[in-house]
Antibody
């Protein structure tokens, strides 16, 4: 059974750097084809894809946030880490990590972690 | 970026109703379209991938169709547990983008 769980601070101050950890189980981060993504959701708003890391350490970022994001993985700990610099109150929301599935007709995320709510406030 | 729109933004329906939600992409995305269900305070759950493939474990009352720019999610007979918000997502291009959501509530 594949599971993912996010962890990190619930409150960060403006201009600070956010570091979130996604701990996975039920699959290996080094298995060919595996990917883990991060998606966020401001309160009451829609989902926004942020970043994706592949088994071979290839990475993809949302162009609008690329300058602020970094995604890495620690295979020994089964963890994927997302950092976002220069946090602003508009970055407040629930941050999810999710397992990427791939097929002949695209990419989808399943399952997702439970999410972690991050509030940006002084 | 590929923009995704959904209609309606919300709807009220009764148990047993047939419900259809539409998703439109700003350019052709072939069949690279997925549907998720999200209940309040919970993570999204994958319902449909590649436009029309039912995810394992998802009830058969859910179905998806479409290709190119226009897609639909249909719930053939709405059940109490189906009241939720539904999102479409394209994976044709990075950045992956989601629609704004359609909230289905009880009439």
């Amino acid at each position: 059974q594949i599971t993912l769980k996010e962890s990190g601070p619930t409150l960060v101050k403006p201009t600070q750097t956010l570091t979130l950890t996604c701990t996975v189980s039920g699959f290996s981060l080094t298995t060919s084809g595996v990917g883990v993504g991060w998606i966020r959701q401001p309160p009451g708003k829609a989902l926004e894809w942020l970043a994706l890391i592949y088994w071979d350490d290839d990475k993809r970022y949302s162009p609008s946030l690329k300058s602020r994001l970094s995604i890495t993985k620690d295979t020994s700990k089964n963890q994927v880490v997302l950092t976002m610099t220069n946090m602003d109150p508009v970055d407040t929301g629930t941050y999810y990590c999710a397992h990427r599935q791939v097929g002949p007709r695209g990419v989808w995320f399943d399952p997702w972690g439970q999410g972690t709510l991050v509030t940006v406030s002084s | 970026d590929i923009q995704m729109t959904q209609s309606p933004s919300s709807l009220s329906a009764s148990v047993g109703d047939r419900v259809t939600i539409t998703c439109r992409a700003s350019q052709s995305i072939s069949s690279y379209l997925n549907w998720y269900q999200q209940k309040p305070g919970k993570a999204p759950i994958l319902l449909i991938y590649a436009a029309s493939s039912l995810q394992s474990g998802v009830p058969s009352r859910f179905s998806g169709s479409g290709s190119g720019t226009d897609f639909t999610l249909t719930i053939s007979s709405l059940q109490p547990e189906d009241f939720a918000t539904y999102y479409c997502q394209q994976s044709y291009n990075i950045p992956f983008t989601f629609g704004p959501g359609t909230k289905v509530d009880i009439k």
